[in-house]
């Protein structure tokens, strides 16, 4: 048979050669390097036949794909140590049954019927098993069976493999994976030998898992693991793992009581308390100031719509699965809570004949909407049922996509670069040119695309051009940020619609005279307010910057007779507009300091006989790291000054 090298040479080998045939063909030490080689764009462990005619590249440790062979063979020598360490408890191996153990982000899992439960406690000991057989460097071998044959070994044993075997369709090779006796029904592919995984790894936790992920089937046990190339990989990443709980914004937003998710209020509704509600407004009037300098207009528009209405716009019935049922009236009167906030938008533009003189026109609402998820897909903030947008609308002329485009870039760019999150990059969603789904002119299209590719070279931004990702209705834009742990969150989205213009039949008066079709861009920098507010949370794991800060100041009388003092203090900072709070309690000064940390307010202000007596505080700052004693409007300018500028610290 031949097969071809990715540099176009032809190679002439014996039918059913594997990539380990390539690798020794071209060289000794390429053989003893290779992992896996990529087939016809596909990825193949060292054991399975080629195919004839197919192109073959050899991989080795230092692919990317090296970690999935390896990954999935650590899935293999998990469950062969879990069969040993139930062994060394005196069952027969056997009794431990195997559903399945695939690769997934980061590492991978098995499914695991074992005779008694699996704890997290249990963990270290199957590591331990695991490390050795790695030790021991155990060749694997790939066989394939008949399907009766297959069957028979595992028919009235192991129900879980005998159903895997019987689903699959007929034809479909059966194939194994043996090390050292144990064996798996596996598709692979799998690296040559145990020793070839990196021990760089960790069991991180048991959880329950239906099998097939049928609630009416058996419970079986899932035990996740972490793999990496490199100790430093597995190191940052527990690390990450650990930070990310310590971050985790339901929790913080409990413990500093910023949002409560009420079961009787309902399931992904928000209750902004007091403190949590300071970010919302904050950040609100942050972005209505940034806003209306850019020449947007504030409108309000209600928090229902006729069902005819979004009839017209598409939204009903094409989004019906995720919306919240019509609400039906007398008369034929039907009314849908808001999914979207555009056709109220488009209805205020239609409410009179355009001009091209007024264009852009630049709508912008933080509307509430409300979409149904189901009740398993919510999660805190980040996911939930209804939300408020930093939503706006923008009504342009093709030619002016570009300039707009650019404005939006430019706030956006404003808005993370003031949150510190500064390390972001562009991701554009263009059209599949072998697709007709799209609506539009093609030719505005090419327009559009070429604009937002122009509009991001000029705001010098990083971007990548992601065919056939444009919705139906124009292309996109859309921002991914990375968190200071390396989390990549998808945030706000700039789109272009070609759709909703044409389906309310919109126009303008052009300077020629005839009515012309305006182009609409969608646009919300931080997308909806909740989820933004809960990745903030994480980012900033609570330790707000002080012009976010829910509380800023607290002050801290030493004793009971500095309390005047102390109001004296609060007084001239409110008056100056900033959240204070002044803590009376008769506890010692150190607790006082310790649970105004324990919040994260930035700023603690001490004061006792010295302080009243020369008009000082002495300043505890714990964005700045600052401790000394200063007079009082002193620090009054010093914090109001960083508040106005929203600076970063
Ligand atoms: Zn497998
Ligand atoms: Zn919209």
């Not at 145990?194 to 048991?206: A, D, E, R, S």
């Not at 093609?442 to 509009?455: D, F, G, N, S």
Request: charged fraction near 30%; aromatic fraction near 10%; hydrophobic fraction near 35%.
């Amino acid at each position: 048979m031949k097969i071809r090298l990715p540099d176009g040479k032809e190679l002439e080998l014996p039918a059913g050669a594997t990539a380990r045939d390539v690798a020794e063909k071209i060289s000794r030490s390429l053989a003893k390097e290779a992992v896996g080689a990529i087939v016809d764009g596909e990825l193949y462990d060292l054991f399975k036949p080629l195919p004839e005619g197919a192109t073959v590249q050899i991989i080795t440790r230092k692919d990317p794909e090296y970690q999935q062979l390896f990954r999935h063979t650590l899935a293999h020598v998990m469950a062969q140590a879990v069969k040993e360490f139930f062994a060394k408890k005196g069952y027969d191996p056997e009794e431990v049954k195997l559903g399945i153990g695939p690769v997934i982000e980061n590492g991978f899992y098995y499914d695991i019927d074992a005779p008694e439960p699996i704890s997290d406690a249990d963990l270290p000991e199957i590591e331990k098993l695991m490390q050795r057989i790695i030790k021991r460097n155990l060749p694997l071998r790939r066989y394939v069976l008949e399907r009766e044959e297959a069957l028979a070994r595992y028919r009235g044993k192991d129900p879980y493999k005998t159903e895997l075997i019987e689903d699959l369709p007929e034809g479909e090779e059966i194939s194994f994976y043996e090390q050292e006796g144990f064996t798996d029904l596996c598709r692979g592919p799998h690296v040559p030998s145990t020793g070839k995984i990196p021990p760089h790894f960790k069991l991180t936790h048991v959880a329950g898992a239906y099998w097939r992920g049928d609630e009416t089937r058996p419970m079986l046990q899932r035990i996740y693991g972490v793999a990496f190339r490199s100790k430093e990989e597995l190191d940052h990443y527990l690390w990450q793992l650990e930070e990310a709980k310590k971050r985790d914004h339901r929790r913080l937003g409990r413990q500093l009581e910023l949002f409560h998710i009420d079961p009787m209020v309902g399931k992904g509704l928000v209750l902004w308390l007091p403190k949590g509600n300071v970010l919302r407004e904050e950040l609100i009037a942050f972005m209505r100031n940034e806003q209306i300098e850019r020449g947007y207009q504030l409108v309000t528009t209600p928090h229902i719509g006729s069902l005819e209405l979004y009839k017209t716009s598409g939204h009903y019935p094409y989004y019906a699965d995720s919306q919240f049922p019509p609400m039906e009236l007398e008369d034929d009167e039907a009314y849908l809570l808001k999914p979207m906030n555009c056709p109220h938008h488009v209805r205020i533009y239609a409410m009179r004949p355009r001009s091209y003189r007024e264009l852009p026109l630049r709508l912008a609402e933080f509307g509430t909407v409300y979409r149904f998820e189901q009740s398993g897909e919510l999660h805190g903030l980040t996911r939930v049922r209804g939300f408020t947008q930093d939503d706006a609308h923008i009504f342009c002329t093709p030619e002016q996509v570009k300039e707009e485009f650019l404005g939006v870039l430019d706030l956006t760019l404003k808005v993370f670069g003031t949150l510190g999150l500064s390390d972001f990059r562009a991701r554009i969603g263009v059209r599949d040119p072998n697709s007709d789904k799209y609506v539009g002119d093609a030719e505005h299209w090419a327009v559009a695309e070429r604009q937002i590719q122009e509009a991001c070279e000029e705001a010098g931004l990083e971007y990548t051009i992601e065919e056939g990702d444009a919705a139906f209705y124009g292309p996109k834009l859309d921002f991914v940020v990375k968190d200071v742990l390396g989390r990549e969150w998808q945030l706000g989205t700039i789109q272009v619609d070609y759709n909703l213009p044409e389906r309310f039949d919109i126009s303008y008066k052009g300077a020629d005279g005839e009515e012309h079709r305006p182009v609409m861009i969608h646009r919300a920098p931080f997308g909806s307010l909740e989820r933004f507010i809960g990745i903030l949370i994480e980012h900033f794991a609570g330790e707000f910057p002080l012009w976010l800060a829910p509380v800023q100041v607290v002050v801290v009388p030493i004793t009971d007779r500095h309390h005047d003092y102390a109001q004296k203090v609060r007084a001239e900072l409110e008056a100056a507009g900033l959240r204070v709070e002044v803590d009376e309690r008769p506890e010692r000064m150190n607790a006082k300091i310790r649970d105004a940390e324990t919040q994260k307010v930035p700023v603690i202000l001490v004061v006792g006989d010295k302080e009243m007596e020369e008009g000082t505080v002495a300043v505890r700052d714990r964005r700045t790291g600052e401790r000394a004693t200063k007079p009082l409007a002193e620090v009054v300018r010093n914090l109001v000054e960083r508040v106005r500028t929203r600076a970063r610290e």
